[in-house]
């Protein structure tokens, strides 16, 4: 029995969604590296089916824009490439999503009968929080479902090297709501569907939303130990 905490286990412990990011920049070469680190996720048959498409500069903000601009025109039109949750989600998850919710709304000073605040937080997720990166996450469509769990890791190996270089990140799956503008803007193959998007940079921590503590499951309450 270890008496130390392993320095990866404090890397997953601290690392923590941050919803607003400071005006400072990260260098191309530090996200090639997080990137080249990630690829060592584990997939099905090694088949790595992740693509990642990574917008700074004149293009972040041209996308960035963009996809503000069609949010506003017809927010009910924008369809996820698919289905985030199961209508209706049912018990216990409904309740953890609403108290993350409302926890979130009153970080943000926004309830949930704050239409317009609601707009701008969305808003701000399609600016990635002002992160200076964006990835944009796209996979093959052809391929089935058990994928996503090979995604799943590549992502979480995104976030722990991010961190361990003291950068933060979001992992966006509101990103798929604008899987037409993105195949039009990064010129995508119909093949290709968008799975997600995730902001990086240098997390903004004076941002009430950011100094959220979240409350996760005791060990207890999802393993069975059989023996």
Known sequence: MTTTSPFVDDLIRDRRTKRGFLDRPVSIDTVKEILSAAKYAPS???SQPWRCYVLTGETRQRITASAVEAYRAS???LAPEYPFFPQPLHEPYITRFNSFRGM???AQGCCRTDKEGRRR???RQFLFF???VGIIFTMDRRLEWASFLCYGCFL???MLAA???GLDTCPQQIWALQHQLLRAELNLPEDQMIVAGMSLGWADNSLPENQMSIGKLQLEEFTTFLS
Do not use: C, H
């Open 163 to 165: 961190k361990g270089r």
């Open 44 to 46: 099905s048959s090694n």
């Open 130 to 132: 002002d992160a200076p």
């Open 75 to 77: 927010p009910e039109s």
């Open 121 to 123: 937080d969305v808003e």
């Open 104 to 106: 979130l709304g009153d």
């Open 156 to 158: 979480q190996n995104i």
